[in-house]
């Protein structure tokens, strides 16, 4: 093979390769482009959580954190002064009644539960730091203790009880976050992480 047949077959190569890579260079581009968050997000460690996700949170007491990003950034404003709520997340066959000093109320009802989120809320929002970072925990295990937070000084009684179990398997929760300018929000209904330790195998019910 002469030099000039030798370089002709590495400049074909090379430009192969290069081709390929930019193809595979447009590729990632259009799909980050099309797959990216738009407008106001969360962020889980690594993970992005947009609009209606769903998450699980350790509920034993540890700080779950998230932090608030926005794809245009927050502009004039200061991320801290985002909004952040827990409130109720149900459905038609996941609401349910209580009662609070004897008078009846609707879970979906709910406006605001933080408090059995957040210790010592203020009211008005979890606080957010300047990072855009923020934390909930609870220990909470019942419904009617996440609810008798909400009320601490009314007696709290559950028309129908919801099995600690149940937040396992149904979202009855959600982070809700506004923009500070009021203008754009987020709803990312959340679970609890139920991790499997055994299973328990019933031998009654094994068919041979």
Known sequence: MS????????AKVLSAILLIL??????GGAIYY????????????????????????????????????????FGSYSVSDCVVKVVPNTDENHNFTFTVNGEESSY???????????KGYDGKS??????GSFCIATDKMTMTEILQAVYPDKQVTMTDEIGN????KYPYF??????????????I????????????????AIIW
């Open 3 to 10: 030099a000039n047949s030798a370089i002709s077959t590495f």
């Open 22 to 27: 930019l193809i595979l260079g447009i590729a």
């Open 34 to 73: 099309f797959t990216r968050p738009q407008g106001l997000y969360l962020r889980s460690g690594e993970s992005i959580i947009g609009d209606n996700s769903d998450v699980a949170i350790q509920h034993s007491g540890e700080e779950n954190y998230f932090t608030i990003g926005h794809s245009k950034g």
């Open 108 to 118: 979906g009802a709910e406006s605001d539960i933080s408090a059995a989120f957040c």
């Open 126 to 131: 979890i606080p957010v730091k300047s990072d």
């Open 165 to 168: 179990t149940d937040f396992g």
């Open 174 to 187: 959600a982070l809700y976050v506004v923009s500070p300018d009021g203008k754009e929000s987020v709803t």
């Open 189 to 204: 209904p959340f679970r609890y992480y139920f991790e499997v330790v055994g299973v328990e195998l019933d031998k009654e």
